[in-house]
């Protein structure tokens, strides 16, 4: 019946004059939900986040799966999942998880009896729930607890961060009230001001609309620098691994002729940030320097004015669209469309999309190692290979070293980038955060020491 009518309406598509432009295929990128905060750790996806997931998702069945839209992603299957058109991926992190499986049941919703099965018997099955559909979910990380941890460093003592000392006494000493925590802090009283009444939040009054815009930039701005910097790309490592993903992933879809076509993926504002740095969002507006909501999505759309309905076989004739949305999408809002790498279009060709996407990306080992300045492990055995990679990242870190104890944080590391070469997306929406520092000991004055740590 459904096939029936599927065909029906190709063949209908492929009788008329071809005037829109086609979406061949999308890759989505989101935040997770509202959670409880960051420093009181366990922190977990509240009702209310699985609900602005859910939308965020549900808006996505309406762009690119449901029959009627014109941005359909061409030939995917609108109702039941077919497992080879769609890739999800999410850390082994119970925030981005709950956020990714409240996320996919907006993309794909029950289907009722759509999907039932009929047995060897005659009767029919169908799934639990109302035609519940279950999506497979990739862990694209293994690190654990990645929403608990905070990756802040850093430290000057901030007036504007201290002056909210009533509203954060019992959370946090006033040591710790600084701009190192900016972030931290922001989290805390945001959390505050979204859940707790008056009485649980003796000082909300005080959390004026101007506090708030203060303390959210503040947050920003010591957030954003932290994950990109555009003359440290180790800073960037996890939107670069990401980029790669993204990358390859379109190219699939490509190289497949459309058997693979949609992938989302779920992660952290921090890999969120460093991804924009690099794409350089902050040329098309400057509130790409500021932290995304929760259950913000960006997606990139490969799309085609090819005429007819088959897969373009011409790479030119395919393009790439960036498009991004701050927070929840419902009531008819959409993404807007912005142009990438500080072009004016806000198409970029498939071959510049390749090539300047090359760039930045990190796509395998011998690149990770090279950005990251490791020289053990994986690292030391591609050595004749590395040579080169070694001294372009000396000369892009200003020829810093590396201590011993680093090397041996570095070497866990390694450990994964094996891994990563096999599946890039091992490392992808990942809780690793590599930031540079400047030691001033003796042995270290003047070398950069590269820190590793997780933070979501
Ligand atoms: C799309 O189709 C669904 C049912 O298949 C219907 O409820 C909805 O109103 C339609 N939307 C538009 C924009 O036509
Ligand atoms: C058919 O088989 C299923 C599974 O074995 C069973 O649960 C069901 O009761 C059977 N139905 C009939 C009518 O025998
Ligand atoms: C909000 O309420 C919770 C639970 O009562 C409390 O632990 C937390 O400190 C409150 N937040 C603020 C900003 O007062
Ligand atoms: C970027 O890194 C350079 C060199 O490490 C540093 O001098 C500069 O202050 C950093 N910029 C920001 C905005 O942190
Ligand atoms: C796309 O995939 C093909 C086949 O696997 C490969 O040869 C090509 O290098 C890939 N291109 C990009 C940009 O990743
Ligand atoms: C930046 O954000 C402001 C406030 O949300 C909005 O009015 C403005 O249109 C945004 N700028 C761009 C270029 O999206
Ligand atoms: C998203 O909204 C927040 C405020 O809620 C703002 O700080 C940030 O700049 C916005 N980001 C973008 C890309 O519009
Ligand atoms: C397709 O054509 C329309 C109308 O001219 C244009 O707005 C759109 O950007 C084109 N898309 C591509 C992928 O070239």
Redesign the pocket.
Known sequence: MRYSLQSGLLLAASLAPVEAERVLGAYIFARHGDRTPKVFGSTTLTDLGYREVFDSGSFYNDRYISDNSSKQIEGISSEVVNPKQITAYAPAENVLQNSAFGFLQGVYPPVGKVASQTLGNGSSVEAPLGGYQLVLLKESTTSKDAEDSTWLQGSSGCQKATSLEPMLSGAFPSSDMTFKNAYTIFDYLNVGKIHNSSSEFPHKSDLTDDVYHQLISLAGSHEYNLAYNASDKARAIDGAVLAGEI??AL?DTI?SKGKSKLNIGFGSYGTIFSLFGLLQMPAASVNFTGIPDYASSMVFELVTNASGTDFPTDKSDLSVRFMFHNGTITGGSEPTAYPMYGQSSELLSWNDF?SKTTDIAVINDDEWCAVCGNTDGKCASSDSTSSSSDSASASSTGGSGMSRAVAGVIGAMVTLAVILGLQALFFLLGGFRIAKRVKNTPETSASAATEVEKKA
């Open positions: 990358m390859s190219n190289t390749v």
